[in-house]
């Protein structure tokens, strides 16, 4: 498993982060996000967004659960914050979803292990200061350790971000 720490200076900087990844996903790619109330999840999902060529508002799905944007892929934007039971992921056909012709971004997926798949990169946002994050990013199966590394890659040179790579095991 590769693991990678992105830190960013800004919520400009946690956008770029987001923007870095999208010339990168292809479809049936998945970020699960985790972190607190206020990380950043939403931001490095708008710079997603806008890497993909997303030319509405990006918000968070949180009374919605799902947003769909068109992009060059569609985004699936999920947000399980009010989701009770894992058994409401099957009344969103988020199986389906996850599998289907866009990317996927979940926030708060980490609440239910069976909404975590195989293949995906996990994401975990820490609140170093009010504008500083430091993104871990945990490739999980072939493609999730890929897509981590080169979005790490895609993001070394940014501007108030710095990547460093952690030991693969």
């Not at 292809?26 to 607190?36: E, H, K």
């Not at 710079?47 to 508002?57: K, M, N, R």
């Not at 997926?109 to 871990?136: K, M, N, W, Y």
Request: with cysteine; proline share 4%.
């Amino acid at each position: 498993m590769i693991d990678v720490t992105i830190d960013s200076a800004s919520q400009d900087a946690t956008q770029a982060v987001g923007s870095a990844l999208g010339p990168i996903v292809t479809p049936g790619d998945v970020v699960i996000l985790s972190g607190d109330l206020g990380a950043g999840k939403t931001q490095l999902t708008k710079g997603l967004a806008t890497g993909l060529g997303v030319s509405e508002p990006v918000t968070s799905p949180t009374f919605n659960i799902l947003l769909v944007h068109q992009g060059r892929l569609p985004l699936y934007h999920f947000d399980l914050y009010r989701i009770d039971t894992a058994g409401q992921l099957e009344d969103l056909d988020y199986w389906g979803m996850l599998e289907a012709d866009g990317v996927s971004v979940v926030e708060w997926g980490d609440r239910f292990a069976e909404a975590v798949p195989q293949e995906c990169v996990v994401v975990t946002i820490h609140v170093v200061d009010d504008e500083s994050r430091s993104l871990v990013l945990s490739g999980r199966g072939v493609r999730g350790e890929e897509l981590a590394a080169a979005w790490a890659r895609a993001c070394a040179g940014l501007i108030g971000v710095s990547v460093s790579f952690g030991a693969s095991s």
